[in-house]
């Protein structure tokens, strides 16, 4: 009863300083006839770092790691803070801290990133070898997707400047990611070249990239490259009801799901492509488990597949590649016990087996990891990432869909023959360079994707649960 009282304590003090801080920034506002306050009142910011602290001292997955002597007002905001506590994340097994994800970010910012909002060209980059930077991929309804431009093309000059190798990379990120506007110059896979005017625009992010069926030696397979879990969720079941349609009625025996740059999102988007996976004989049996900390048990939970749609498959292929992430790992570990679930890619899945929940604290939501989850053979913990069946190379030289891209054209080779391409049958990035070309992407050529599963479920019950 004692740490009960303490918490109840701890946590209406916490909601007595957030209350405050609200009042007091609110007051700031600018209002007829007095002069606008540009700095906020002494105090609040530490206020809202000692929230920040308090929050993850209860939701923190690893919160009994956390020092008491931890203090949060000598951080610039709650993002430092949040990057500084993922230091106390000790796994058995692990040398290291494994926690790479708490962060925070402001409401606003949060707002537009889970309903896929951005404002940018829509398209990323990756060095194929040194001084071959390709279009990775390509966002449907960006600006660079209305200019026709495509996954696979090659930049060979940015405003004029044809310098494009791994030393100007400061320059290609200011090109590609910051300018509100830039003129590329491409060279298309027949050879031709194309100057490109880009200017920088809002839009909606489409995550489904692509989705077709492929015919040989008498079978029919689906291919379905999906980019995000997070986004508009209504259309994004509207097209999996479309796709998974279409692959039961043109009778598909095996599905490959395109995840290699797919950062993760909402758990409950994996949920429904799960379901519309699983075999018929998964129905109703174990997905998934949550484990939160002892503090918050309660929010412990089992999640179970609800079969969706008629197709029904024993195996499906998933490529993948160290930007593979959370929810797309949760998925893949979710149907692991239920059908013969292969991976094809140039790496390892990127590794986490957490998530988080968003928390507002004043203008900022926190993302403190919070829980873990397990499949019903209780396999989880893969901080290393999920091991592959076939390393092949990243084919950034095709475009989706192309049947010779490297990761597609060894799936469709052991669909139709029972073995994967060799290496070199098929052309790709060499899956002994792609290390080299990941450390470019991930220091240089910035992974602006997300990474992480998130469960705004949790945030209504933990705040019952607290009065707050």
Not at 73 to 85: F, L, R, S
């Amino acid at each position: 009863m004692m740490i009960k009282k303490m918490m109840i304590t701890k946590k209406s003090t916490l909601a007595f300083s957030l209350l405050a801080s609200v009042l007091i920034l609110t007051s700031c506002k600018k209002e007829k006839g007095v002069e606008n306050i540009t700095d906020p009142p002494a105090g609040i910011e530490d206020k809202m770092k000692d929230s920040v602290l308090l929050y993850s001292q209860d939701v923190y997955l690893w919160n009994t790691q956390i020092p008491s002597g931890f203090n949060p007002e000598t951080y610039a905001d709650p993002d430092k803070i949040m990057t500084a506590i993922r230091a106390y994340s000790q796994e058995p097994g692990f040398s290291q801290p494994v926690d790479r994800w708490s962060f925070a970010v402001k409401q606003t910012e949060w707002d537009d990133i889970s309903a896929g909002v951005t404002q940018d060209f829509g398209l990323s980059v990756f060095f194929y070898a040194d001084g071959d930077l390709r279009v990775k991929s390509v966002e449907r309804q960006s600006p660079a997707a209305k200019a026709g431009i495509r996954r696979g093309w090659r930049i060979t000059k940015l405003n004029g400047n044809a310098n494009i190798t791994n030393g100007n990379t400061d320059f290609i990120v200011q090109q590609v990611f910051s300018n509100s506007s830039t003129l590329f110059t491409f060279q298309k896979p027949d050879g031709s070249t194309a100057d490109i005017q880009l200017n920088a625009a809002t839009y909606q992010e489409n995550p489904i990239f692509l989705d077709t069926v492929y015919s040989g030696a008498g079978k029919k397979t689906g291919y379905l490259v999906f980019n995000s879990f997070l986004g508009d969720t209504a259309r994004i079941y509207n097209e999996f009801q479309r796709i998974f349609n279409r692959f039961s009625q043109e009778a598909v025996t095996d599905v490959i799901v395109d995840l290699r740059y797919n950062g993760g999102g909402y758990v409950t988007v994996q949920s429904k492509l799960a379901n519309y996976l699983v075999p018929a004989a998964g129905n109703g049996n174990l997905m998934m488990k949550q484990e939160f900390n002892n503090n918050n048990k309660q929010f412990n939970s089992n999640t179970n597949f609800n079969k969706v749609g008629s197709l029904n498959i024993s195996r499906v292929f998933f490529i993948v590649s160290n930007n593979t992430a959370s929810a797309s790992e949760l998925l893949i570990n979710n149907l692991k016990p239920y059908m013969d679930v292969k991976l094809v890619g140039p790496s390892n899945t990127y590794g986490k087996p957490v998530g988080y929940f968003p928390i507002p604290v004043s203008d900022w939501y926190i993302f403190p990891v919070s829980f873990r989850t397990t499949n019903k053979n209780g396999e989880g913990n893969y901080y290393n990432g999920i091991p592959l069946d076939k390393q092949v190379g990243d084919g950034l030289n095709k475009d989706w869909g192309d049947r010779d891209e490297a990761a597609l054209a060894s799936i469709l080779k052991y669909i139709n023959s029972g073995s994967f391409s060799v290496a070199g049958e098929v052309p790709g990035i060499a899956a002994r360079t792609y290390k080299n070309a990941e450390v470019i992407e991930s220091n240089t050529i910035l992974n602006r994707s997300f990474k992480g599963s998130i469960d705004p479920s949790v945030m209504p019950r933990y705040e019952a649960s607290q009065g707050l």
